[in-house]
Antibody, heavy 120, light 108 residues
Framework: EVQLVESGGGLVQPGGSLRLSCAAS????????MNWVRQAPGKGLEWVSY????????YYADSVKGRFTISRDNAKNSLYLQMNSLRADDTAVYYC?????????????WGQGTLVTVSS | DIVLTQSPGTLSLSPGESATLSCRASQSVSSSYLAWYQQNPGQAPRLLIY???SRATGIPDRFSGSGSGTDFTLTISRLEPEDFAVYYCQQYGSSPQSFGQGTKLEIK
């Protein structure tokens, strides 16, 4: 069974840092691009970042560019999101999602999400 | 950037009825790179439709997608109780990819 499990969320003060992880199983992780998508409480979905299967291509939403860093470790079947200089409007559930078709790809499947709360 | 506008914001229907959800793009969506997702409360989104009209694995044929260019539709026939959820469209043909604001399908 294809599975994605996020971890690392929690409460952090404005200006702080947090590192999210996404553990993949049930498929050949190194063959797929991956994404982070977030959802603020009661709001819609916002794409955050993309990384290709080999890490050669990376994209960020303008809202996080320069503050967030996406990475992956194919040997560990893991995806990461390093979040620095966090702001209140970064508060959201963060999902990792597989992209079956590279950069122009729908997201399937999604993990269950991890909640990040930025507050003093 | 492509902006997706979904309508209606909320749709109230009864089980057994059919639902028609709309997604309109501010620019043409290339090669019909348009997907639909279902999200139940407290759960992650689930892919329903991709390529505007292809059903994802395991999705019942009550769900169908259509459209091209700037106008896309998700149709759900014979509504089941588990279909009442929030639905999002996504375009993934142009960077940055984007989501619509969602349509809530509620029980009447």
């Amino acid at each position: 069974e294809v599975q994605l499990v996020e971890s690392g969320g929690g409460l952090v003060q404005p200006g702080g840092s947090l590192r999210l992880s996404c553990a993949a199983s049930g498929f050949t992780f190194s063959s797929y691009s991956m994404n982070w998508v977030r959802q603020a409480p009661g709001k819609g979905l916002e794409w955050v970042s993309y990384i290709s299967s080999s890490s050669s291509t990376i994209y960020y939403a303008d809202s996080v560019k320069g503050r967030f860093t996406i990475s992956r470790d194919n040997a560990k079947n893991s995806l990461y999101l390093q979040m620095n200089s966090l702001r209140a409007d970064d508060t959201a559930v963060y999902y990792c999602a597989r992209g079956p078709s590279g950069v122009k790809s729908r997201f399937d499947p999604w993990g269950q999400g991890t909640l990040v709360t930025v507050s003093s | 950037d492509i902006v997706l506008t979904q309508s209606p914001g909320t749709l109230s229907l009864s089980p057994g009825e059919s639902a028609t959800l709309s997604c309109r793009a501010s620019q043409s969506v290339s090669s019909s790179y348009l997907a639909w997702y279902q999200q139940n409360p407290g759960q992650a989104p689930r892919l329903l439709i991709y390529g505007a009209s292809s059903r994802a694995t395991g999705i019942p044929d009550r769900f169908s997608g259509s459209g091209s260019g700037t106008d896309f539709t998700l149709t759900i026939s014979r509504l089941e109780p588990e279909d009442f959820a929030v639905y999002y469209c996504q375009q993934y043909g142009s960077s940055p990819q984007s989501f619509g604001q969602g349509t809530k399908l509620e029980i009447k």
